[in-house]
């Protein structure tokens, strides 16, 4: 079945450095992909998103492209802010799943000062 | 932009109690909800999805006698754990789809979360 696998955590940053966390997919056909982020103790938050190949997401200075000949769907950020400190999943819908999500395990990131 | 409301976002009952979480969508009629449930520093796992005015479908592996489900409105579903144990502690996550059909593109908003603690 679909599933999606992102890089373990956690990653810890110091302000304004380069963040990359890396997302691969398997699915039947091209699913659409997602990036969603967590603050502690909330729901999530879409992020960004991208519905077909070469397409790509960008949102609050994170960006992400659909890459189908690496099936993978990297979350890239150019100087992260302490703000930024949250759980990132990245997740896959294919067409006839109902609309369900396959989210991947989640990826912690830490930002400090 | 669209608004999901989960209550309560923390309950802590004793062990045996039946315990209700709803969750709302405020701003939009919300044909599909889905439940999740995610363990600490774990990933979500789909518990179940319900479309509006139709029985839940439940995820493999997942009782539906003890976790009820009920979406009887557009902008209401509930998820009630019956005869709670310690062992049903977890965060529970709602969230809602507007659009028709299994397949509708409409992105999927998600609430606040339960902690849900059973002494």
């Known amino acids: 079945g679909d599933s999606v696998t992102q890089m373990e955590g956690p990653v810890t940053l110091s302000e304004e450095a380069f963040l990359t966390i890396n997302c691969t997919y398997t699915a039947t056909g091209y699913p659409s992909l997602f990036w969603y982020v967590q603050y502690p103790g909330e729901g999530l938050q879409l992020l960004l998103k991208a519905t077909k190949a070469d397409d790509k997401g960008s949102n609050k200075g994170f960006e992400a492209t659909y890459r189908k000949e690496t099936t993978s769907f990297h979350l890239e950020k150019g100087s992260v802010q302490v703000s930024d400190s949250a759980v990132y999943f990245c997740?896959?819908?294919?067409?006839?799943?109902?609309?369900?999500?396959?989210f991947g395990q989640g990826t912690e990131l830490s930002v400090k000062p | 932009g669209a608004v999901v409301s989960q209550h309560p976002s923390w309950v802590i009952c004793k062990s045996g109690t039946s315990v209700k979480i709803e969750c709302r969508s405020l701003?939009?009629?919300?044909?599909?909800m889905f439940w999740y449930r995610q363990f600490p520093k774990q990933s979500l796992m789909l518990m179940a999805t319900?479309?509006?005015?139709?029985?839940?479908?439940?995820e493999q592996g997942v009782e539906k006698d003890k976790f009820l489900i009920n979406h009887a409105s557009l902008t209401l579903s509930t998820l009630t754990v019956t005869s709670a144990h310690p062992e049903d502690s977890s965060f529970y996550i709602c969230s809602a789809r507007g659009g028709r059909g299994q397949e509708s593109n409409q992105p999927q908003h998600f609430g606040d979360g339960t902690r849900l603690s059973i002494l």
């Open positions: 701003d939009f009629q919300a044909t599909t």
């Open positions: 319900s479309n509006e005015g139709s029985k839940a479908t439940y």
């Open positions: 997740a896959s819908r294919g067409y006839n799943q109902g609309g369900k999500l396959i």
